[in-house]
C-alpha cells in the first residue's frame, strides 16, 4: 500500500462491469470488477452494503486502499518488470550462484597442420587414419624395384 496522500479505498465487484446507483443518485460504476474513490459518501454507502451482506460488492483485505500510483495499470506493470530485471540480474551476477566449474589451463600453441583436420570436419585421429590408408594403398599398388 502507498503511503501518498492520494489514498483511494477500493472496492470490487462480483461482475466484471456493474452499475449502483447510491442514496444521492450519483452512479457508481465498477469497470473491470473495481471501482476506486475519495468520496466519503460513496465509500460510506458501499461499506454498508458490504455489512449488509451484499454479495455483488467486496473488499480485499490487503487492498483496501491504493495509492494513485497503484491504481495505473501500466505503472505497476512496469515495477513489475524492473523489478523481475533487478532480481535476474543480482541473480547472474551472484559468484555463489555460478553453476560453471570450468578450469582455465595455459594455452598451446597450435599450427596448421593440427588445425586443418578439425577444419575439415573431422579431428587429428581422422586424418591420421586417412592418411595410414592412402599410404597402405599406394605402397601396395606400387611395384616393387
Known amino acids: ?3 501518498t496522500d492520494t489514498e483511494f479505498h477500493v472496492f ?10 447510491d442514496k444521492k443518485g ?10 476506486h474513490t475519495r468520496d466519503k459518501s460513496k465509500i460510506e454507502f458501499l461499506n454498508e452494503m458490504i455489512a449488509d ?5 467486496f ?10 500510483d497503484e491504481l495505473d495499470p501500466m505503472t505497476v506493470l512496469r515495477k513489475k518488470h ?7 540480474q543480482a541473480r547472474q551476477l551472484n559468484p555463489e ?3 560453471s566449474k570450468s578450469v582455465q589451463g595455459p594455452l598451446q600453441a597450435a599450427s596448421t597442420a593440427d588445425i586443418a583436420p578439425v577444419a575439415a570436419g573431422g579431428g587429428a585421429t581422422a586424418l591420421g587414419s586417412t592418411l595410414a590408408r592412402l599410404a597402405a594403398v599406394k605402397t601396395t599398388a606400387t611395384p616393387q624395384e
Not at 53 to 57: D, I, L, N, R, Y
Open 1 to 3: 500500500m502507498s503511503q
Open 12 to 21: 470490487y465487484s462480483s461482475v466484471p462491469s456493474m452499475q449502483i446507483i
Open 26 to 35: 450519483q452512479p457508481i460504476i465498477f469497470v473491470s470488477s473495481r471501482f
Open 53 to 57: 451482506g451484499s454479495t455483488a460488492v
Open 59 to 68: 473488499v480485499r483485505p490487503d487492498q483496501l486502499t491504493l495509492g494513485a
Open 82 to 88: 524492473v523489478q523481475e530485471y533487478l532480481e535476474e
Open 97 to 99: 550462484a555460478n553453476v
